[in-house]
């Protein structure tokens, strides 16, 4: 894994305390140097921190990716500082209203579009013209909601599955520039945000948090929920050489919740 990605260019959007910082430090120990991408300055300043201890070089990048100005600056940034780009990961993310579609304000449905889809076409293209000349791989972070229809998911379910059309339309357009387009879908991340929710369901039913996790995992053919890092070394992957004949794919990594 040390030299996956040797004196490659990752940059990273949406980093938060789960996966994204997952991705940055993984990226980091194959061998990258960073860019993190992210509205809260502390988180990516932390993040930046973590990065430089592994040896490699981290660039923090205050950016709102819903803004075409902010994204622009990033990419400038990113290549007065660095000189090329070799790989994208678009992780940044909105949760959708959590509503049947039959009742969802249309513009609650619009919002999370913004964050989900016209977000990453945003960044991947303005990043285009560098990822060409590096040869370089983009990954789409998506979710297990592709692979199911449960009640409330209808909004997500909508922005992730036009991710992936993204994604795979981007491969069709990119693929003659040498650019390689994927994506990567995980099922539950083992992580603080879901790690909370947990707790919260132990605190209602007043049962063990242990209880709550392994009811979920018995519906997993590894009966275990994926780590941050597991996530992430799927991504380092698709970023990688190894992967080099590999693109307009979809990656599930959900420890067999859902076959595809």
């Not at 993040?47 to 994204?71: K, M, N, S, W, Y």
């Amino acid at each position: 894994m040390s030299q996956l990605l040797q004196n490659k260019v990752v940059v990273v959007s949406g980093v938060g305390p789960g996966l994204g910082r997952a991705l940055a430090l993984r990226a980091a120990r194959a061998g990258a140097d960073v860019v993190l991408a992210a509205r809260t300055a502390s988180v990516l300043e932390e993040t930046a921190a973590a990065v430089e201890t592994t040896g490699r070089r981290a660039l923090a990048v205050p950016t709102d990716i819903t803004d075409e100005a902010a994204v622009r600056a990033l990419v400038k940034t990113t290549v007065d500082t660095f000189g090329r780009v070799d790989g994208l990961v678009n992780n940044a993310f909105a949760v959708p209203p959590m509503s049947p579609l039959a009742e969802v304000a249309i513009d609650d449905v619009r919002s999370g579009f913004e964050t989900n889809v016209y977000a990453a076409l945003r960044t991947t293209r303005l990043f285009a013209p560098a990822l060409t000349g590096a040869g370089g791989s983009v990954v789409m972070i998506n979710s297990v909601a592709i692979r199911h229809s449960k009640p409330h998911f209808g909004t997500y379910k909508m922005a992730k599955a036009s991710l992936l059309a993204l994604a795979q339309s981007l491969s069709t357009e990119l693929g003659p520039q040498g650019v390689r387009v994927n994506t990567v879908a995980p099922g539950y991340i083992w992580a603080p945000a879901l790690q909370g929710y947990f707790a919260h369901l132990a605190s209602e039913r007043g049962v063990p948090e242990q209880q709550v996790y392994d009811e979920v995992a018995a519906g997993l053919d590894l009966r275990r929920l994926p780590e941050p890092d597991e996530i992430a070394d799927s991504v380092l992957f698709l970023l990688s050489d190894l992967s080099r004949a590999v693109t307009g794919q979809c990656l599930d990594v959900n420890a067999g919740e859902y076959h595809h």
